[in-house]
């Protein structure tokens, strides 16, 4: 599934021949030539059974091509405003690419490598995108409080993160927030029901403050434990609904989220719960060292994202919680 999402599908490979000779630099363990034949015929037997189905990325892929064919020159766009770049496949920046002509202004993205919580990391620059000179690094962050932001940006401490032009590693070194507010509250519990009650009482206290519930977010990793305080909430009489089932602006409610539904979203209080040894970094979610140590690596930095992304949804006041062993990704 991995080769053929981050070779096949990222280069437009369309063919045996292709891929046989593709470059795979930054895929870890090199493939033997049989390798690469056995590996054909698994994605050979997947188009089979997809049988006139398709998927999203493949989508793309195929609107890529009609919209770089002559006959569709007349559904491009002047201009292509890109949001959250550094979640988009290789296989999407080609429709993006194909739907507006190169020109002046033709292409203005934004996007931060270190809320990269997909693995689509791609090279602008290979895409047909260049971006050296017409670049400029944002160091402002207008949304947390300086305490939040240093705190969280610990989570990311000594990773190497890619630039989403390709050209080199980027850095949150000098990266600063003007506003300034308490510290995060990080604690530990001995069980997951002592964390729940620990979390019902401090949503309590910000309601006490003055918050209301809309404006106060709790997320955890899985659904299963984002239920269990869904139930402990609505048991004290606290509001609380699930942003999956997207509640009306005007909806009264504390928003449980997991991290993933975190993205692109903010909160004056946000608790992230459940931040175990288990949960982050979640072990399905990570190739073993064994298997492939490059996306190995890639697996732990996506993994590390989530979590920056999730407590840097907090503009106030952020609290991080867990039961038994804690994160290793926690700052400490």
Not at 232 to 257: H, Q
Not at 258 to 279: D, I, N, P, Q, S
Not at 287 to 314: M, N
Request: glycine residues 8%; contains cysteine.
């Amino acid at each position: 599934m991995q080769e053929f999402r981050h070779v096949v599908l990222a280069q437009g490979i369309e063919d045996k021949a292709g891929y046989l000779r593709a470059e795979r630099r930054g895929r870890g363990s090199a493939l033997r030539i049989s390798q690469r034949e056995r590996l054909w015929q698994a994605m050979s037997a997947f188009f089979t059974e997809l049988a006139g189905r398709t998927t999203h990325l493949l989508v793309c892929a195929e609107a890529a091509k009609l919209l770089s064919s002559r006959d569709v020159t007349g559904h491009r766009y002047d201009h292509v405003v890109v949001d959250e770049a550094q979640d988009l496949h290789p296989a999407q920046w080609r429709v993006l690419r194909a739907a507006v002509s190169e020109g002046p202004d033709d292409l203005f993205i934004t996007g931060d490598p270190h809320q990269r919580i997909y693995d689509s990391r791609v090279s602008l620059r290979a895409l047909g995108i260049p971006v050296t000179g017409r670049s400029s690094r944002l160091r402002v962050n207008y949304r947390s409080t300086a305490e939040i932001l240093g705190w969280s940006t610990g989570v990311m401490a000594d990773v190497q993160v890619d630039q989403l032009s390709g050209e080199g590693d980027d850095s949150l070194i000098g990266y600063r927030s003007l506003l300034h507010g308490t510290r995060p509250h990080i604690a530990g519990y001995p069980d997951e029901n002592s964390e729940i009650d620990a979390l019902a009482e401090c949503v309590r206290e910000w309601l006490g403050q003055g918050v209301l519930p809309h404006e106060i977010a709790v997320c955890t990793r899985f659904n299963i434990l984002l239920d269990k305080v869904r139930d402990r909430l609505r048991a004290d009489d606290i509001p609380a609904v699930l942003v999956k089932d997207r509640p009306a602006a005007g909806t009264e409610g504390v928003r449980l989220a997991t991290m993933h539904a975190m993205k692109g979203l903010e909160f004056r209080c946000v608790a992230v719960v459940g931040v175990t040894a288990r949960a982050v970094p979640f072990a399905k979610e990570v190739t073993p060292v064994e298997v492939d140590p490059q996306q190995h690596a890639s697996d732990l930095l996506k993994e590390r994202c989530l979590l920056f992304v999730a407590c840097t949804r907090a503009r106030e006041r952020l609290s991080v919680s867990w039961s038994g062993a804690p994160s290793p990704f926690l700052p400490a």
